[in-house]
Nanobody
Framework: QVQLVESGGGMVQPGGSLRLSCAPSGFTFSSYAMSWVRQAPGKGPEWVSTIHTGGGDTYYADSVKGRFTISRDNAKNTLYLQMNSLKPEDTALYYC???????????WGQGTQVTVSS
């Protein structure tokens, strides 16, 4: 069955960096666009970034553009999110999701917590 397992979250000070990873299984990873979506406490889900199948096309929310970088290694079946210059407002549960269309996802991971605090 399809599974997505995120890792790499943690607590970091403002200005710090983290790299999230997502390990998919149960489907042909290279055939799907993938996204990162986050949810802060008390708020709804917020799309963060999307990468298309080959890795050449990437898209970012304005709130993270220039600070976050999405990438994928189809040979290693892994999705990444490099997060730099982290801000307290980046605190959230970060999910990787398999994208099926504009704003549409059919599978999500369990999430990895990112906390940015001094």
């Amino acid at each position: 069955q399809v599974q997505l397992v995120e890792s790499g979250g943690g607590m970091v000070q403002p200005g710090g960096s983290l790299r999230l990873s997502c390990a998919p299984s149960g489907f042909t990873f290279s055939s799907y666009a993938m996204s990162w979506v986050r949810q802060a406490p008390g708020k709804g889900p917020e799309w963060v970034s999307t990468i298309h199948t080959g890795g050449g096309d990437t898209y970012y929310a304005d709130s993270v553009k220039g600070r976050f970088t999405i990438s994928r290694d189809n040979a290693k079946n892994t999705l990444y999110l490099q997060m730099n210059s982290l801000k307290p407002e980046d605190t959230a549960l970060y999910y990787c999701a398999r994208r099926t269309g504009w704003g549409s996802y059919d599978y999500w991971g369990q999430g990895t917590q990112v906390t940015v605090s001094s």
